[in-house]
């Protein structure tokens, strides 16, 4: 019985997050911090009720998500083309690695005083650092996707009578599709993060910019809503999306198998 308690989808998800809020209630009541500072679940939840009333907290998630699809589209778009480009010749590799390091080191928040410069407080400042974020574990993920590639398959492929373009379709994407997604779910983490912080400093709006105000004002409950809003939406996506795409690609590709194989 146990057991089953333990293996079912609804405890293993809130399961470890039932001490989590217990702790954070038990402090709130105990007033271990003052109240202006730190507030309780209840309180929280009754600032969600308000805010979903008043149309604010879906006007905010609105805005940010929407700005996360524009910076995840076009760093795809960027991103995937790129990253071939650069796998697919020594050369490239050769001569763009040292500049891939280099960005990939540089923070994203690092670009907003110059992407204020340059766009201003609008959608293409928050976009170009989500960009930014995203291209580059992706470009690097595909670079290493493709290094890992057996050359015996592409060796293999082409003593059949496969071109160029039928071995990159059918031998060089399909193996390098596991770090691709890994470098997609790894991207997009980043961009969600750097999405934040844009809106903090550049947005007008969004969930990011609602806990910046709030901080403004002192409403910590708004803050801790935000906080929660983003940890809900990520874990969400990531669980539904990113790690059953993840998981699926990388099994579905034997790599699962050959580990264990090897093990």
Do not use: C, H
């Amino acid at each position: 019985m146990p057991r089953r308690i333990l293996v079912n989808p609804v405890v293993r998800t809130l399961g470890p997050f039932v001490p989590v809020v217990l702790l954070w209630w038990l402090l709130a009541e105990l007033d271990v911090f003052p109240g202006a500072f730190f507030v309780g679940p209840d309180t929280v939840v009754g600032e969600f009720a308000e805010l979903m009333r008043k149309g604010v907290l879906p006007g905010y998630l609105s805005d940010s998500l929407t700005r996360l699809m524009y910076g995840v589209g076009f760093g795809l778009l960027i991103g995937l083309p790129l990253g071939f480009a650069i796998a697919m010749s020594f050369w490239a590799r050769r001569l763009t690695w040292p500049l891939l390091l280099f960005f990939q080191a540089i923070a994203d928040i690092a670009w907003l005083p110059i992407v204020i410069v340059w766009f201003g407080f609008s959608l293409t400042a928050v976009t170009f650092v989500i960009v930014y974020t995203i291209v580059f574990p992706l470009v690097l993920g595909i670079v290493a996707g493709v290094e890992q590639v057996p050359r015996e398959l592409i060796r293999a492929a082409r003593s059949l009578g496969a071109g160029r373009l039928r071995v990159f379709l059918e031998v060089i994407v399909p193996g390098a599709l596991p770090s691709l997604a890994s470098g997609i779910r790894t991207g997009l983490g980043y961009g969600w993060r750097a999405l934040v912080a844009a809106e903090i400093i550049v947005g007008t709006s969004g969930v990011g910019f609602m806990m910046f105000d709030a901080r403004r004002v002192g409403d910590v409950a708004e803050v801790f809503l935000g906080m929660i809003v983003l940890g809900v939406l990520w874990y969400a996506t990531d669980a539904l999306v990113l790690a059953p795409f993840e998981r699926a690609t990388v099994e579905r590709w034997g790599l699962v198998r050959q580990a264990e194989a090897g093990k």
